[in-house]
């Protein structure tokens, strides 16, 4: 009774194994070949512009023209805190 156990979950374990060994092998297979298209997209971003053009709006800074002239900001002078005599 044992033996027929041992033989039949071997058996199983085996079949499953083998499905999907032939699940990955053809998963891999149908993927394996990237299709013209997707090459044309992936490489247009790198051969159309040089790395300057690609970076220029990150790396653009902002700075305002001589022209606008803004009235100083006025620091506020907070009054001190009463001071604390131990009590």
Same mark, same amino acid.
Not at 8 to 35: G, T
Not at 43 to 63: F, H, Y
Not at 67 to 87: C, F, L, N
């Given at each position: 009774?044992? @033996? @027929?156990?041992?033989?039949?979950?071997? %058996?199983?374990?085996?079949? !499953?194994?083998? !499905?999907?060994?032939? $699940?990955? $092998?053809?998963?891999? =297979? /149908? /993927?394996?070949?990237? %299709?013209?298209?997707?090459?044309?997209?992936?490489? =247009?971003?790198?051969?159309? +512009?040089?790395? *300057?053009?690609?970076?220029? &709006? #990150?790396?653009?800074? +902002? #700075?305002? +023209? =001589?022209?606008?002239?803004?009235? &100083?900001?006025?620091?506020? #002078? *907070? =009054? %001190? &805190? &009463?001071?604390?005599?131990? @009590?």
């Amino acid at each position: 009774m044992t @033996k @027929k156990n041992y033989t039949m979950n071997i %058996s199983i374990i085996l079949a !499953v194994s083998v !499905v999907l060994m032939l $699940f990955i $092998f053809v998963l891999v =297979a /149908h /993927h394996r070949d990237v %299709s013209e298209r997707v090459r044309q997209d992936r490489n =247009a971003p790198l051969t159309d +512009s040089s790395v *300057a053009e690609r970076i220029k &709006p #990150v790396g653009q800074v +902002s #700075v305002p +023209s =001589a022209e606008t002239q803004r009235e &100083p900001v006025k620091k506020a #002078v *907070a =009054a %001190s &805190p &009463p001071g604390r005599d131990g @009590k």
